[in-house]
Structures are given as structure tokens and as C-alpha cells.
């Protein structure tokens, strides 16, 4: 029986999300005069609320006025480590860390599961020692640039179960020889804690704590 420990990372790992953080940072790092595009987010969020566009659709909405439409990997990638070094020092829970120690520890095999970008997942998921990283993925030309295009699903939901069960296929892992525990805050994964054999509700939204208490989830507070 092998174990396996899956971990969501913002407001799980992380004190708050990471993804607005992560596209001011690169603002103020590489390019201020975007600033003057803040202006418009309201615009793309409108549109979500209208159900005009989805989650998938605002984020690459933002990433375009934020990030640039095809900025390069290379020159991203040191702003990317400052920015990672930035969340561990200052956004991130130390029980959350403390225990991703102990399922390591315990012999379980660490995978990060994130609806945020795997540009710079990577980099925090190699700063806590994850194996395996299930994040969205954006599309990289063939010259490194990154352009604001999600491959495949937003990592979300029934997406991100989808995610884990190909990698689970991938490695040649059998559900009925896993033993796998999940970590989340938001309700949002619920599909991935039912598919767990055993469901943590970290520092749980209103929504999960209720849903944690319905289906007899242990419940835990990182803060």
C-alpha cells in the first residue's frame, strides 16, 4: 500500500491566494507602466460575473494586461525565485509546512494540486520538497515565450481530479493499492476529498467547514 498526500496550495498552504500577488509582482519587477492597465481588471471580472466569460477566461484576461502577451520564460524565471522566496517567507502557514514534514516523513508521496499557474508553482512546490506538481498550465511557443493561453482545463474542481487520476494512470498506480490523504480549504474541492481516504479541511472556508462537518472530515487551523 503505498501513501500519497495531496495538498492544495492558496489558503491551504499559503495565508492568501498567490495569483493576483504573483502578476503585481512581476509588474513592479519588470514592467511599472503597466500599472496604468489596473483600471481595466474590473472590466474582465464584470465579464465573469456575467457569466460572460469563465475562470479560465479572466485569468488570461489578466495575465494579458498584467504579464504581457508573450513574455519570455527566461527572463521571468529569476522574478519567478524572488517572488517564491517571497511567499515562503511571508504567506505561508508553518503548520501547513510542518506537516507536508511529517507526511514526508511518514513516507507519502507529495503532490502539490493548484488551480494556480505552474510558471511559478514550480518553484514554490521545489522550495517545499512536492514531487509532483498538478497546476494550470500555460502555453509556451517555441521560442520560451509564455503566452496568455491555459492548455487543457483551469486546474479547478473536477478538472484537478481529472489531473490526479492521469498522473496516478500515469505512474502505473492503482486506486485500491493507495492509501491517499487531501488537504484543502475551499469547497471547491470537494471532488478531490471524496476521492481521498482520508479528507483534511485546513483553516476551512464557511462553505468546506460545513461540508468538512457533513461528511465527518477532520478539521484542522494552520493559523
Known amino acids: 500500500m503505498q501513501k500519497i498526500a495531496v495538498y492544495d496550495m492558496d489558503r491551504t498552504i499559503t495565508r492568501s491566494g498567490t495569483y493576483t500577488p504573483f502578476l503585481l ?20 471580472f464584470l465579464a465573469y ?8 477566461g479572466l485569468k488570461t484576461f489578466n ?27 511571508t504567506n505561508s502557514y508553518r503548520r501547513a509546512i510542518d506537516q507536508i514534514e511529517l507526511d514526508r516523513k511518514d513516507g507519502r508521496r507529495l503532490i502539490l494540486a493548484t488551480a494556480s499557474y505552474e510558471l511559478y508553482v514550480r518553484a ?8 509532483d506538481v498538478l497546476a494550470t498550465q500555460l502555453t509556451v511557443d517555441p521560442q520560451g515565450r509564455v503566452l496568455p493561453k491555459i492548455i487543457g482545463e483551469n486546474c479547478y474542481d473536477t478538472a484537478k481530479l481529472d489531473r490526479i487520476k492521469t498522473l496516478l494512470k ?53 493559523s
Open 49 to 56: 460575473g456575467l457569466k460572460l466569460i469563465g475562470r479560465k
Open 63 to 89: 495575465q494579458r494586461l498584467l504579464l504581457g502577451s508573450k513574455p519570455s520564460v527566461h527572463d521571468l524565471q529569476p522574478h519567478i525565485e524572488k517572488f517564491a522566496d517571497r511567499v515562503m517567507r
Open 170 to 222: 500515469e505512474q502505473g498506480l492503482a486506486r485500491d493499492r493507495l492509501n491517499i490523504r487531501a488537504y484543502s480549504d475551499h469547497v471547491s474541492d470537494a471532488p478531490m476529498m471524496e476521492f481521498a481516504d482520508e479528507a483534511i479541511a485546513t483553516t476551512p472556508s464557511p462553505k468546506m467547514r460545513a461540508l468538512a462537518q457533513k461528511r465527518g472530515w477532520e478539521i484542522v487551523d494552520w
Open 124 to 131: 514554490i512546490a521545489q522550495r517545499l520538497g512536492f514531487d
Open 25 to 44: 509582482h512581476m509588474v513592479f519587477a519588470r514592467a511599472p507602466w503597466r500599472l496604468i492597465m489596473l483600471p481595466l481588471l474590473p472590466l474582465g
